[in-house]
């Protein structure tokens, strides 16, 4: 997705855009949904009493004054002879704009939400009334009135204006404080980077082992708000102090002759081959003491060796098995260890691939050469590419254990701040909601575990709690809408949960509200121009069945949409290291790398299984000929054939997403999504020829992002 920044409506195309290809925000509410029964969340009673107005989204402050610099003006000079006191009715060119404003609301004679429909503007077209030039210019004017009315009060864009609402004080990120209480295994850590710097040329090692080797930015990378760098060209080497790794690894004396390197990364694609190199401590294509490379959809481990048989290059390569597809483009925790006993491992997401090494493993790294370079994402004769975003490297001279590696992938990566929400203007002198807030990804907010604070706890009700980002409440991912409890201690665990919210423009200056439909007596009921939102749901630890449940559910929607049988073996693998992947201990970092991951999983058997089926997929699809290299079945990007493109996006739209997502995407929108998929998937192929397997391969591809963002809405 790189560096593209996703603007605060979620319904606009690119959010959806977004959603349909896979990226995190809408994929990870499919973790939601389903039994909502924790003890603070008792459902969707309505509020009835406590005094307080009615929220009238039309009715927000600045949407008169926004009437009156856009709509008014035109009713005033083109309709005021009859709209002023009559014989026209209703009177919205009053003199008064304030009359003239309560008028044409009243009489619903304006469409905020939809504003073509605007009574005002049919009425122009489909009656020709009164126009004062040609009608169909007329209305447009007027369309383009109401729409201007309609957007500077945030309204029919996906959001709502909060106003003056039942709110917290506004907050930015920068207002919360760190939070560092999760606990990483660090111990035998020899060099570090964790990226935070957010400027600047040089990314320090922070290991405090000496000396440091700082990695110096190259070509087209650039930082991250959420700590991290993004990789589109160049590279991102050790300036000095890259012998430190072969001292403390290889060297005959001084080295431990063992070690682990862990990465948080995300690969941007799955189409690089070249390997395309990810990390790496070599000089050359042909000369190298370890790398991890990409190789489409599998992770390649190389390592040099003193016999019996690894070459200078470190091959031959530990290549993760092709069909488990365990390199994915989205956020990945991978770890690669080597020690003499058990070779080289992969594991990724917290768990080993269970591909084992190739060759018995070389006893001795004592052929390492202390004068290579380490690096990440290419090689140092940068002619081999990788581009993703790296989050997180350490290196280790001892090799991790399993346990280790998963207490590292529970821990996550990235900074957790800890947000106290000022609602004492409503609920008394030092009452504060508080969040724990993280950058989930450059599209989104992740929202956990609210806590209320109140030195008088009188028993009110606190109930239906949304966030606002700049001012509009996003209309997905609202998970917390349900809560509903009375606040009788002085600190109440509202949810043990996480939702995700789309980001403003900037997380430097994106302001956050807390907004409440019940708080301290006061209500302000909320009413919202779009559907309910998708909800992510975590539970803790106590009642771990009702996560197992959703999956559960979830899998029975991807069996019932896709035709496949969740029999089939490899989705019950799938399915059941699904379900262990559910957080042994309540954490929000588990959940966010392990639990979206599943569902992708999931959903990427499911849709083998319907693509390797020839009676399956022509149920599914249609015929096509599946069976043909996939230029010639999908054309290439500047030559697309476009009937076979839209077979395979309509089926997919038709099945999976047709049935009611919550924010649906257009037909038009999602061809056009799954098209530029395809240009990336069958690029590859334009030089050197594919086999068929590969125009499966791209379906296949297709299939899953859709259906895991699909799962959002499928229960
Ligand atoms: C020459 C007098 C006259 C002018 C000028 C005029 N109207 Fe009207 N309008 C009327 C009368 C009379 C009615 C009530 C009878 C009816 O409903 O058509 C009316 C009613 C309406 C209604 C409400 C009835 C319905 O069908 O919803 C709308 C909306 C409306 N006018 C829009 C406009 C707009 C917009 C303009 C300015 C471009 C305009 N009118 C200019 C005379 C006028």
Known sequence: MGTQSLPS?????????????????????????????????????????????????????????????????????????CHANGPGSPQFANPTSGTAYTEILAQNKVNLADPPSSRIVRKLIDEQHNCWSDCTTDANMLEAAVQAWADAIHFGQGGVSIGETLSSTSLRLADGTEDTSVQRYDTDIIARWDFKEGAGAVAFDTSGVQPSIDLALQGGVTWLTA???????????????????????????????????????????????????????????????FTLGQVMYQ?????????????GNGTPSLITYDADQDLQDRLQHVVITYDALRGRRINVDGKWTEDVDPVSPPPRLWNWDRNFTFALGNEITQDRQWKGQVRFVAIYDRALTDAQIVQNFNAGVGKRISMNFDVSHWAGPGSSIEFQVSEFDNASYMFCNPIFHTPQPSGYELAHVRIAVNGTLAPTGQGFVTLDTPITDTRTVLSQRCTVIPKGPDPATDEFNIVFEDLGGFQNVITEPVPPPAVVQLDPTARPTYGVRDYARIRESMASVTGVSALVPAIDAAYQDLEQQLPSTFDVRSFVSSQQVGISKLALEFCDALVESAP?????????????????????AA?????????????????????????????????????????????????????????????????????????????
Not at 299 to 311: A, C, E, K, L, W
Not at 640 to 662: C, E, F, K, W
């Open 9 to 81: 409506t979620p319904t606009s195309r690119a959010a959806r855009l977004a959603g349909a290809l896979g990226a995190t925000w809408l994929a990870l509410a499919a973790a939601g949904c389903g039994d909502f029964s924790g003890a603070a969340d008792s459902g969707n009673s309505t509020p009835t009493s406590g005094p307080g107005t009615v929220f009238d989204p039309t009715n927000v402050p600045g949407s008169r004054e926004a009437f009156e610099t856009t709509l008014y003006p035109l009713l005033t000079q083109y309709c005021v002879n």
């Open 616 to 636: 399956l997929r022509t149920t599914f699809f249609g015929s096509f000929p599946f069976t043909t290299e996939p230029v010639a079945v999908f054309g290439a």
């Open 299 to 311: 992770y390649d481990f190389r390592n040099r060796g003193v016999s019996p048989d690894v070459s």
């Open 639 to 715: 030559t697309p054939n476009t009937v076979n493109r839209n077979q395979i996006a309509d089926a997919l739209y038709n099945h999976m997403v047709g049935s009611g997502l919550t924010v649906q995407p257009s037909l038009t929108d999602m061809r056009a999504d799954l098209s530029g998929l395809v240009d990336t998937l069958v690029a590859s192929c334009l030089g050197t020829p594919c086999d068929a397997e590969r125009t499966q391969a791209i379906v296949k591809g297709e299939c899953t992002a859709v259906l895991a963002s699909a799962a959002v809405s499928m229960h």
């Open 227 to 289: 700590w991290g760098v993004q990789i589109d060209t160049g590279i991102v080497q050790g300036m000095s102090g890259n012998r430190k790794l072969y001292d403390r690894i290889a060297d005959p004396k001084t080295g431990s002759g063992q070690y682990t390197v862990e990465a948080w990364i995300t690969n941007a694609s799955t189409a690089l081959e070249g390997p395309a190199r990810i990390i790496t401590y070599s000089a050359n294509t042909n000369a190298r003491n």
